[in-house]
């Protein structure tokens, strides 16, 4: 995604301020201010260094200055009159966020978005409420009860920023599964994180801490049940038509696991591998009978 700059951004939340004139001066003068501090946040998260950026608590009796002279609640304010608003010229730059994530929250990989999460969240970085880079489009489940307001006090508890966060995390495969085969109507799908050896200890710990705050273990041996329910007879389809295990892999799992739209590490493709590491293991189609 092109990404407005940072000036633009604050220049049309700017444009939607009619009557609070004092408001948008202050605004207009903190430009350059503003759009420094969004720099240093793109170099920060380059460097995986997000979590040593100062924050600011706001309190029912304190309300802190935090960038320029513009206060705490002013800043957040912003951004829900002036940003998220539908009307006003910045919900263009709202709504691109949104459509750029294509259905998919890029957090989970499973549920459609519905709201722009703040990855450095606004109740205690309000100077970015406004900064595209730090708008993520999220599902409920991710933003609401795995996220929340938390953010990480070191490196190995960030979560993986969508934007970012170098390719390895993209590129790699860092997650795997297996088969828990107790009947075939009792067949789980148990995920975990598997990072490479060659990852150092900061790398395997941001996405062990991303794995456990959205919790996807349980959210996709979920969505692995609901797909083993529609493989599974087509498995036996193919046992009862005299095809071997090789045949199976051939043509029901490996164009899922070789398919290039979908990530390495989508839960699917980690299931489709799961089911042929296993039926390749146990060199019989029976187990699933």
Avoid at 64 to 90: C, D, M, Q, W
Wanted: contains cysteine; proline residues 5%.
């Amino acid at each position: 995604m092109n990404f407005p700059s940072h000036v633009d951004v604050i220049q049309v939340c700017c444009d939607g301020i009619i009557k609070n004139i004092n408001l948008k001066k202050r605004l207009e003068g903190a430009k350059i201010i503003m759009s420094n501090s969004f720099i240093d946040y793109n170099n920060k998260a380059v460097l995986q260094e997000l979590y040593s950026i100062e924050g600011y608590s706001k309190s029912k009796n304190i309300d802190p200055t935090v960038i320029s002279n513009l206060l705490h609640s002013e800043l957040t304010y912003i951004y829900t009159t002036f940003f998220a608003k539908r009307g006003k010229p910045g919900r263009k730059i709202y709504d691109k966020i949104m459509v750029n994530a294509k259905g998919i929250c890029p957090y989970c990989g499973i549920s459609s978005p519905i709201e722009l999460d703040h990855y450095l969240p606004k109740s205690k970085f309000p100077q970015f409420s406004i900064l595209p880079l730090n708008l993520v489009p999220s599902c409920e489940r991710c933003n609401k009860y795995g996220k929340g307001t938390i953010f990480a006090e070191n490196k190995g508890g960030q979560i993986l920023h969508p934007y970012l966060d170098h390719n390895l995390y993209y590129d790699s495969s860092w997650m795997s599964a297996n088969l828990e085969n107790n009947g075939a109507d009792d067949i789980t799908v148990n995920y975990y994180t598997d990072p490479p050896d060659s990852w150092d200890s900061v790398q395997k710990d941001r996405v062990k801490t991303h794995f456990c705050t959205f919790n996807l273990q349980q959210r996709y041996s979920t969505s692995a049940g609901e797909e083993l329910s529609t493989l599974l007879p087509q498995i036996y389809s193919m046992k009862c038509k005299g095809y071997d295990t090789n045949a199976v892999c051939e043509v029901l799992l490996d164009p899922v696991i070789q398919a290039p739209n979908m990530s390495k590490n989508h839960w699917k493709k980690v299931m489709y591998i799961a089911v042929r590491n296993y039926i390749q293991a146990q060199r019989t189609l029976d187990v699933f009978i």
